[in-house]
């Protein structure tokens, strides 16, 4: 957890560590050891991949001694190449050199135990469930992403929200987010941040303060919970 964060939610708890990894982290995953041909993943029955190295290969076998310091040989249509250093916790995930089920899978875990629930990837941003309030939804967050592209802030719903607010007050058309996953994965808390950012960023005059942001959110809540029912009744 970044910062031994213990729950704390506001504006006066920094959100960057929650956002982005630090410039410590970077350079530690960048003296990890690798070796571009060698280094790789292979499936595991407990954790679905582990990282490991190339040890010989023989027709399409592949033997590979695994993290887990364990020896397995495999088809070599099992191996999964490893991305380099650089890619460590990457934000756009189409950015990756081998685009992989292993490293997909590696990224998002990696990010998820950092608390970086927000991963792009390609048009897409992919959100896990952290089943805990983090502090990257105040106003002070909002202001971060307000009128900025993709590719200049950390990837955040914020920044979804805030391209298609743009689009709709620039070129006055309407916008559509589709927000789908499974029963339980956070489409109906991240639709109301949604509608919190809109409430932020919206709002005439000077700096909105999250207590007049949250009035104005649960007013849509209020909203929400009655398209619900309605759905549900229908």
């Known amino acids: 957890m970044p910062g031994g964060y213990k729950g704390e939610c506001g504006d006066d708890v920094d959100p960057m560590p929650f956002l982005v990894p630090s410039e410590k982290e970077r350079l530690d995953a960048m003296n990890t050891p690798y070796d571009i041909k060698l280094s790789c993943w292979v499936k595991d029955e407990k954790e679905a991949f582990v990282s490991g190295e190339i040890q010989s290969k023989d027709g399409d076998k592949v033997t590979v001694k695994t993290s887990k310091n364990t020896t397995v040989t495999v088809k070599d249509e099992d191996v999964h190449q490893m991305n380099p250093p650089k890619f460590y916790q990457a934000s756009d995930m189409a950015n990756l050199t081998f685009l992989n089920e292993a490293s ?5 875990r ?3 135990v950092s608390m970086r629930i927000y991963t792009y990837s390609g048009l897409f941003c992919v959100t ?7 502090p990257i939804y105040g106003a002070k967050v909002a202001q971060l992403y307000k009128g900025k592209k993709r590719n200049e802030v950390p990837p955040h719903l914020f920044s979804v929200s805030d391209n298609a607010y743009h689009d709709m ?23 109301k941040k949604v509608i919190q950012y809109f409430a932020n960023v919206g709002a005439s005059g000077s700096k909105v303060s999250d207590s007049k942001a949250c009035f104005t959110v649960h007013i849509y809540h209020s909203v929400i919970d009655c398209i619900k029912y309605y759905l549900l009744v229908l």
């Open 128 to 134: 896990i469930n952290p089943y805990k309030w983090l």
């Open 110 to 112: 990696s990010r998820y």
């Open 169 to 191: 007050l620039l070129e006055h058309e309407n916008q559509s987010m589709l927000i789908t996953g499974e029963s339980g994965a956070g489409k109906t808390e991240n639709t």
């Open 104 to 108: 997909v899978m590696e990224n998002l």
